[in-house]
């Protein structure tokens, strides 16, 4: 069965502070990775990552992809209090699959001052 | 603001109804998908659009839910004889598909309550 796992499920940290958010995945037919950010509303995208070892980098923000082992991680830099926020991580699989995009349960992030 | 839009936000209905929601997806988007949100959970994929052609139902839908995309523009969710277990965030996405990779983006989503 297709699964996707995040982890901490929650996090709790001190402005400033740095944090690295962990995805690994078993899926069939694997197409790519993306991380969202989900406030109290719509998941917005931040990343798509399709290649092993290819940093992918906004601002604070960061990732990277692993397909031997099967996992990504999220970095975040220097955490504001507007970060906090429940990160998503989906795997999209290939057209035999459909293209749905298979979630994890999400990492609650809360930053403090 | 991703562009993608839903209506209603939020629904609030007793067990039985039915109920119907849209989608508007990013302009000249090609794929509309819908997925279900549930408290601490990830969103979880229920059916996707190619053009007006529905091309993959999850198991998750059961025959009370039904969705349309009549010209390929705007797509509607209905769930007829609603139970209490349909309470949850329905999401709806879009992505353009091409040669390379599409990604999709969300609308802020229906909230439905079914008491």
């Known amino acids: 069965e297709d699964k996707v796992v995040q982890s901490p499920l929650s996090l709790v940290v001190h402005e400033g502070d740095t944090v690295t958010l962990n995805c690994s995945y078993e899926v069939t037919n694997f197409r790519s990775l993306l991380w969202y950010k989900q406030e109290k509303k719509a998941p917005t995208f931040l990343f798509m990552l399709t290649s092993s070892g290819i940093e992918k980098k906004s601002g604070r923000l960061s990732s990277i992809l692993d397909k031997k082992e099967l996992f990504s991680i999220l970095n975040i830099t220097a955490t504001q209090t507007g970060d906090s926020a429940i990160y998503l991580c989906a795997v999209e699989q290939s057209e035999n699959s459909g293209y749905a995009l298979n979630f994890g349960k999400g990492t609650s992030l809360l930053v403090t001052p | 603001d991703t562009g993608v839009s839903q209506d209603p936000r939020h629904k609030i209905t007793k067990r039985g109804q039915n109920v119907t929601f849209r989608c508007d997806p990013i302009?000249?988007?090609?794929?509309l998908y819908w997925y279900r949100q549930t408290l601490g959970q990830g969103p979880e994929f229920l059916t996707y659009?190619?053009?007006?052609?529905?091309?993959?139902k999850s198991r998750l839908l059961s025959d009370r839910f039904s969705a349309e995309r009549p010209k390929g523009s705007f797509s509607t969710l209905e769930i007829q004889r609603t139970e209490q277990g349909d309470s949850a965030m329905y999401l709806c996405a879009s992505s353009l598909a091409l040669v390379a990779r599409d990604t999709q983006y969300f609308g802020p989503g229906t909230r439905l309550t079914v008491l």
């Open positions: 302009s000249e988007h090609n794929r």
């Open positions: 659009f190619q053009n007006e052609a529905q091309l993959e």
